[in-house]
């Protein structure tokens, strides 16, 4: 069993829906959870990054995290076509992130 | 720089041979990372150093990997005897300090293609 498992998609939606990403994660020690974003031929960059279980918000975009049954969420509202892009959920262990697969997002105007 | 460099941004090289993929971190980051993307794939840990600490070699997947970290600031990933199943993104990050990841910064990455 993989530690982070996430729906590699790819997930397309028209401008303006709300977009629900998700993950699941094996180990119950975690407590710390990101989400990247990487545009095309890019680096990963930090979205949203939470510490143990609750919600984070941050203009567009909230993070979830639910520790009771180890899914990590990232809702994105009122899409945009540049929002286009892989999401990437990121767990904190010792001296590393364990990233998921990501999922291709496209938001079509 | 403003960033974390990486250079070069694209590499081909032939089945055999060795390569060098060069890290340039955000100037006083002290900590440091190679990670390895390939198709299908999320990110996968490679190494860490943390200062004048012994570097986290755990993710090299064979010993044929191997990285160096000059100076505390510069590093080289060395891929030797190059297969094809060593083609992905080779993506480097850096950090102010062994943090617990909300304080990376990663390059745009080297593709790496073996022919």
């Known amino acids: 069993q993989k530690e982070v498992e996430q729906d590699p998609g790819p997930l397309s939606v028209p401008e303006g829906a709300i977009v629900s990403l998700n993950c699941t994660y094996s180990?119950?020690?975690?407590?710390?959870f990101m989400w990247y974003r990487q545009y095309s031929r890019k680096g990963p960059e930090l979205l949203m990054y939470?510490?143990?279980?609750g919600n984070k918000e941050d203009g567009r975009f909230t993070a979830q995290v639910d520790k009771s049954s180890k899914y990590i969420s990232l809702f994105i509202r009122d899409s945009q076509p540049s929002d286009s892009a892989t999401y990437l959920c990121?767990?904190?262990?010792?001296?590393?992130?364990?990233f998921g697969t990501g999922t291709l997002l496209a938001v079509q105007p | 720089g403003a960033g974390v460099s990486q250079s070069p941004s694209n590499k081909v090289t032939e089945k055999g041979k060795d390569v060098e993929l060069r890290c340039d971190p955000i100037s006083g980051h002290t900590a440091l990372y190679w990670y390895r993307q390939s198709l299908g794939q999320g990110l996968e840990f490679l190494i860490y150093?943390?200062?004048?600490?012994?570097?986290?070699k755990s993710g090299l997947p064979s010993d044929r990997f191997s990285a160096e970290r000059t100076g505390g600031s510069v590093s080289t990933l060395t891929i030797q005897r190059t297969q094809q199943e060593d083609s992905a993104v080779y993506l480097c990050?850096?950090?102010?300090?062994?943090?617990?990841?909300?304080?990376?910064?990663f390059g745009s990455g080297t593709r790496l293609t073996v022919v």
């Open positions: 939470t510490y143990s279980s």
């Open positions: 150093f943390q200062g004048n600490s012994a570097p986290d």
């Open positions: 990121a767990i904190s262990a010792t001296n590393k992130l364990i």
């Open positions: 990050a850096s950090s102010p300090g062994s943090d617990r990841g909300g304080g990376y910064t």
């Open positions: 180990n119950s020690a975690f407590q710390y």
